[in-house]
C-alpha cells in the first residue's frame, strides 16, 4: 500500500511540475521568433534598416542613456537618423536569451560617426558594449519596449578633447573604488 501511495505522490508532483514551472525556455516556437527578432533588431545596420521597423509596435517605447522614444514615428526617425549619421554602424550580439515576453543581449557596436558632410573630413571610430531588453506584447514577435544600456564615455573617449576628461574621471573613479591596495591614483 506505501508504494502505491508513494507512486501517487510522485505521479502528482510529475504532473504539477509543468503548471508550476512558468517561464518559456528558449526552446519554445514562440521564444525562437523571439530570439530572432532581437537578434535582428540589435544588427540592425543601414543595408537592412527597413525590414526590421515593421517588428516594433506602433506604441514602441524606447530608451537608451541619451534618447527616449515614444512612438513609432519617432522610432523610425531614430533609426534612419542614426544610421544616417553612422552608416558603417555595426552591432555583433555576444549572449541572449529569450524567456517569456522579454529577450535581453549583450553585445557590442562599432562604428565611425560622421563629424562633417563633407565626405573627405574623416569621422570619428568608437566601440562600446553594451546590453538590451526588449519586451513583446502577448504571444506575439511584436516590440513594445526596448532599453538600451551602454556607456557614453565609451564612445566619447575616441573624440578628441573629450578624451581627456573620460580618462580623467575613469582615473578619479577608479581611485575611488578600486580595493586593490597595490593601486595609485596618477
Same mark, same amino acid.
Given at each position: 500500500?506505501?508504494?502505491?501511495?508513494?507512486?501517487?505522490?510522485?505521479?502528482?508532483?510529475?504532473?504539477?511540475?509543468?503548471?508550476?514551472?512558468?517561464?518559456?525556455?528558449?526552446?519554445?516556437?514562440?521564444?525562437?521568433?523571439?530570439?530572432?527578432?532581437?537578434?535582428?533588431?540589435?544588427?540592425?545596420?543601414?543595408?537592412? #534598416?527597413?525590414?526590421?521597423?515593421?517588428?516594433?509596435? $506602433?506604441? %514602441?517605447?524606447?530608451?537608451?542613456?541619451? =534618447?527616449? &522614444? /515614444?512612438? @513609432?514615428?519617432?522610432?523610425?526617425?531614430? #533609426?534612419?537618423?542614426?544610421?544616417?549619421?553612422?552608416? $558603417?554602424? %555595426?552591432?555583433?550580439?555576444?549572449?541572449? =536569451?529569450? &524567456? /517569456?515576453? @522579454?529577450?535581453?543581449?549583450?553585445?557590442?557596436?562599432?562604428g565611425t560617426f560622421k563629424v562633417s558632410p563633407d565626405p573627405s573630413v574623416p569621422g570619428v571610430p568608437y566601440e562600446a558594449k553594451g546590453m538590451s531588453i526588449i519586451k513583446?506584447?502577448?504571444?506575439?514577435?511584436?516590440?513594445?519596449?526596448?532599453?538600451?544600456?551602454?556607456?557614453?564615455?565609451?564612445?566619447?573617449?575616441?573624440?578628441?578633447?573629450?578624451?581627456?576628461?573620460?580618462?580623467?574621471?575613469?582615473?578619479?573613479?577608479?581611485a575611488a573604488v578600486d580595493p586593490n591596495p597595490d593601486f595609485q591614483c596618477p
Open positions: 500500500m506505501k508504494g502505491i501511495q508513494r507512486s501517487l505522490a510522485v505521479l502528482a508532483c510529475l504532473l504539477l511540475i509543468p503548471a508550476m514551472a512558468n517561464a518559456e525556455s528558449n526552446s519554445s516556437r514562440l521564444n525562437k521568433e523571439r530570439l530572432e527578432v532581437g537578434r535582428a533588431l540589435i544588427e540592425v545596420t543601414s543595408d537592412n #534598416l527597413a525590414s526590421i521597423i515593421p517588428y516594433y509596435a $506602433d506604441n %514602441i517605447e524606447y530608451h537608451d542613456p541619451i =534618447v527616449d &522614444i /515614444d512612438g @513609432i514615428a519617432e522610432m523610425t526617425e531614430f #533609426l534612419y537618423r542614426l544610421f544616417g549619421n553612422t552608416p $558603417d554602424l %555595426i552591432t555583433i550580439v555576444e549572449d541572449e =536569451v529569450a &524567456i /517569456d515576453d @522579454i529577450y535581453t543581449a549583450t553585445w557590442t557596436m562599432k513583446f506584447n502577448d504571444k506575439s514577435t511584436s516590440v513594445y519596449y526596448q532599453r538600451d544600456y551602454y556607456t557614453e564615455g565609451d564612445i566619447m573617449v575616441a573624440i578628441p578633447g573629450l578624451d581627456a576628461v573620460i580618462c580623467g574621471f575613469r582615473s578619479f573613479y577608479l
